[in-house]
């Protein structure tokens, strides 16, 4: 009598063979993505550049008379600690995309200097200018920073003595994309 079970044995070796072969192409396509740890940080430095070149924007005086008394935007908001115009401005500035949809940038900014009374014994004060939403803990922020030189009558007397002539005044954004 002839044994005719050989047909099945290949088959199921065909299909062993066949389940091999799927499984290790799925662990050499899985393998070869190579993922660098600077390709992390370039979505960051977008927008870090982005805003610190609308915060450059918005310290920049937009005329010749705005430039001959040193005001510009910035200046103006931290004088009169005007939260709406930042975020109104701000946003505007760093949501531009062009013909595409806006981008989702949210931020929260403030400004510190060194309050130079004795009581405060020189003491660094940061003083919360604007936000668009607060920082919940969850976001992966970046930071935008300005310098800027205040006279000394116009900045909130909690930045220095009135003997200072001028004060130095670091404007600073915390941004992240939702």
Known sequence: MKNTDGGQLYTIEGFAAALIML??????????SIYTAGDTHIS????????TDALKMMGTPMNSTESVNGNSTLRTIIETSDSDTFREQFLE?????????????????????????????NAMETI?????????????TVRAT??????????????????ESYRAVLVEVLLWRD
Not at 23 to 32: K, P, R
Not at 130 to 140: A, D, M
Request: hydrophobic letters at 35%; proline letters at 6%.
């Open 23 to 32: 499984i290790t192409a799925y662990l050499v396509v899985n393998a070869t």
């Open 44 to 51: 960051d430095m977008q927008l870090e550049a982005l805003g």
């Open 93 to 121: 500035l760093v949501n531009i995309t062009g013909t595409g949809s806006r981008q989702d940038i949210q931020f929260t900014a403030s400004y510190t200097c060194r309050n130079t009374s004795p009581a405060a014994n």
């Open 128 to 140: 919360p200018i604007s936000y668009s939403r607060n920082i919940t803990g969850g976001e992966h």
């Open 146 to 163: 300005k310098w800027m030189i205040m006279d000394e009558t116009t900045v909130p007397p909690i930045c220095g003595s009135p003997s």
